[in-house]
Structure formats: structure tokens, C-alpha cells
């Protein structure tokens, strides 16, 4: 288990409208990123990207940064967000693994027997250096924008492992869950274990805020998700807790599982589309900031939808805070999609300043 760490002092980015946001002080403005803003909509990005794999692109520091500040220069954004991949923490703890193009990670041998599990590679904080070298380069390149660092929550790291790649069903994830319950613990254990320190070291790095990505939790029951997610996430936020940064949490078609991801200890609940800030409040309850939550693909519709759907979510967010909510972080229900015109998100971010 990672030991307790003591963290360096931060730098003081007390006027930094995402964090008044994310820790219930009032912003100057309403502050706002977007998931996936460092990618294949930036035609900078794909220049830069050309003929380089996407994980030798996550070790590389220079390319990182560089990659990472690509949106914060284009379009004004509140936050920056380590550009990386969920499943770089398993490539540096020599996991046999790749990111196919148009399929995502594929892993060489799947993890499915408790046998697999205890052979599994634990992660050493040393083998992620040159993550932790990008984190302290764009500390200093960023000035007074805070950096968002990132993991993969515990499930949707084992569901990678357990599958082989990305799945529809997750059949063979669910299977087991369902059949070797001991098994499955001790698995999503280790991979909190690995996500810890993934996290710690770009802590001690200096990154501001933290978000843990469950991409793939919208797949379980509430039931399944307390008994065999909800304790591997809770100790990864409580790890971290020392820190002294904003922790946000969000996966995809979650709606019936917010209450319990703000029980798992995140400051701040991420909300996909599908349900509207205000109602996500009630689920989650009092004290929790929340981030969302425009369907990316309304960036498609013209300006004047966006406009409307961007006035909309301003109003379900301040109805939000008006019942307990500590805040609103502006942000899209998902990624950025690859063909989104960059243009129509720099309007966005002026759009969404001015509310």
C-alpha cells in the first residue's frame, strides 16, 4: 500500500477562477475547460503528433508540456490538463500493452485469473518520472493557469486489464466481479494502489487539482458500484486527501451513480449530458462543487445553439449552488470530439466568461 506522503507547498493561485470554483469561494468569473482540449480538434496538435505513438508521446516531457499548453493559448481556458492516457501508470509499470489507433489500449495478455493478479506489475513512482518532468516544466510555463493532473479510477483500469481493450458489455469484467469476488478486490486493489501513486507523483510535482476518470463505471448497477468500486475509489481520494488540492471525479453515464461518487471523497462531481446540473445536485447532495456538463456534440449544432444550450447550463448550475451546491466549473459532458471546429470552443470559453 503507498505510504502517507508529505507534500511540497504550492504555488499560491488564490485569484484562479477554476479553483475558487472547485473549493467554494466565489470566482470572478465562471471558470471553464474541457475534457480532451489537448487533441485531434487542434490542428497544432495533430502536426506536432505526426508519426509519434500516442504513449511515446505521454513519456516524452517536452512534447507534454508543449502539447498540454497548445489549448490554454488558443482558447483561453481556465485549467490546463496534463495530457496523458489512463493507462500510462500500466505502461510504466510494464504491463504489455499499446494504444491502437481507432480501437484505444489493448492489452498483450488479459488479466483474468488470480494467478494474473499476483503477477500483475506493481508501479514504482521513479518509472513515471518523465510524467512527473512534464508536470514540473508546465508548472513554470503556465503562470497563474492551474494544471489539472488525472488517473483512471480503479474499475475502469481493471476493466482494460480484465477485457483486453475497450468493451461494449464487459462481460468478462462483470464475470469476475460476480464469480471471484475475492479475486476482483484484491485486483482493484492493486490497481488503486497503482493510481495513488501515479497520482502522488504528479503531486509532488505540482499539479493543482487531480480529476479521476471512471470512464467505464456507467456500466454497473448502483448495487455493483458500492460493493465493488466504491471502496478501491474512496481509498485513492483519501490517499490524496493531504494534498490540499481540488479532487474531481467523473465517468460517463453516471447518472445513477453520483450520490455515490461524492461519497467516495472528490470535491468536486463531473456530470456527463444526460443529467442536468440541478438534478445532479439533488443526487449528490450539499457540499460538493460540480463540472459540466454541455453534450459535445452540441459544438456541431451552430453557433446559436451552442449559445442557448451554454445559457441553459448556467442556469441549472446556478439553481445548483442556489441548493447547496459549492460551485460551478464549466465544462463539456465528455470530450472533445476529434472533428470539433477549435473555433466554435474559443467562443465558447468568451461565452461563458461573459455569464
Given at each position: 500500500m503507498p505510504e502517507r506522503q508529505q507534500y511540497p507547498s504550492r504555488r499560491s493561485l488564490d485569484d484562479a477562477p477554476f479553483l475558487a470554483a472547485a473549493t467554494g469561494r466565489t470566482p470572478a468569473r465562471r471558470p471553464v475547460w474541457f475534457m480532451r482540449q489537448a487533441g485531434r480538434s487542434l490542428p497544432e496538435y495533430r502536426e506536432i503528433r505526426s508519426g509519434i505513438?500516442?504513449?511515446?508521446?505521454?513519456?516524452?516531457?517536452?512534447?507534454?508540456?508543449?502539447?498540454?499548453?497548445?489549448?490554454?493559448?488558443?482558447?483561453g481556458v481556465d485549467a490546463a490538463i496534463l495530457f496523458s492516457d489512463i493507462v500510462v501508470p500500466l505502461k510504466a509499470a510494464g504491463v504489455d500493452l499499446d494504444i491502437v489507433a481507432g480501437r484505444g489500449p489493448v492489452v498483450t495478455d488479459p488479466i483474468r485469473t488470480r494467478e494474473d493478479v499476483a503477477a500483475l506489475p506493481r508501479l514504482n513512482a521513479d518509472s513515471v518520472g518523465a510524467v512527473s518532468r512534464a508536470v514540473e516544466m508546465l508548472v513554470d510555463e503556465l503562470g497563474e493557469t492551474p494544471l489539472i493532473g488525472f488517473a483512471g479510477a480503479p474499475f475502469t483500469l481493471a476493466s482494460y486489464l480484465v477485457e483486453g481493450g475497450p468493451s461494449r458489455n464487459h462481460e468478462r469484467t462483470k464475470a469476475l466481479m460476480y464469480s471471484d469476488p475475492q479475486t476482483w478486490h484484491r485486483l482493484a486493489g492493486t490497481l488503486a494502489d497503482t493510481t495513488i501513486?501515479?497520482?502522488?507523483?504528479q503531486l509532488h510535482a505540482g499539479v493543482d487539482a487531480i480529476q479521476l476518470f471512471d470512464s467505464?463505471?456507467?456500466?454497473?448497477?448502483?448495487?455493483?458500484?458500492?460493493?465493488f468500486v466504491l471502496p478501491h475509489s474512496e481509498r485513492v481520494f483519501a490517499e490524496i486527501e493531504d494534498a490540499g488540492v481540488p479532487r474531481i471525479h467523473f465517468g460517463v453515464g453516471t447518472g445513477e451513480l453520483l450520490g455515490m461518487m461524492g461519497e467516495a471523497g472528490a470535491d468536486v462531481v463531473?456530470?456527463?449530458?444526460?443529467?442536468?446540473?440541478?438534478?445532479?445536485?439533488?443526487?449528490?447532495?450539499?457540499?460538493?462543487?460540480l463540472q459540466g456538463n454541455l453534450d459535445p456534440a452540441v459544438l456541431f449544432a451552430g453557433d446559436d445553439a451552442v449559445a442557448a444550450h451554454a445559457r441553459r447550463i448556467a442556469r441549472e448550475a446556478d439553481a445548483a449552488v442556489a441548493a447547496?451546491?459549492?460551485?460551478?466549473?464549466?465544462?463539456?459532458?465528455?470530450?472533445?470530439?476529434?472533428?470539433?471546429?477549435?473555433?466554435?470552443?474559443?467562443?465558447?470559453?468568451?461565452?461563458v466568461h461573459s455569464l
Open positions: 505513438g500516442m504513449l511515446e508521446s505521454c513519456f516524452d516531457p517536452a512534447l507534454v508540456c508543449e502539447i498540454t499548453l497548445q489549448p490554454v493559448r488558443r482558447h501513486t501515479f497520482l502522488q507523483a467505464w463505471a456507467g456500466a454497473l448497477s448502483p448495487a455493483d458500484y458500492r460493493e463531473g456530470v456527463d449530458w444526460r443529467v442536468p446540473l440541478d438534478e445532479a445536485q439533488r443526487r449528490v447532495g450539499a457540499g460538493k462543487a447547496g451546491a459549492t460551485g460551478h466549473i464549466f465544462n463539456l459532458g465528455h470530450g472533445v470530439l476529434p472533428d470539433t471546429d477549435p473555433g466554435i470552443l474559443t467562443a465558447l470559453v468568451d461565452l
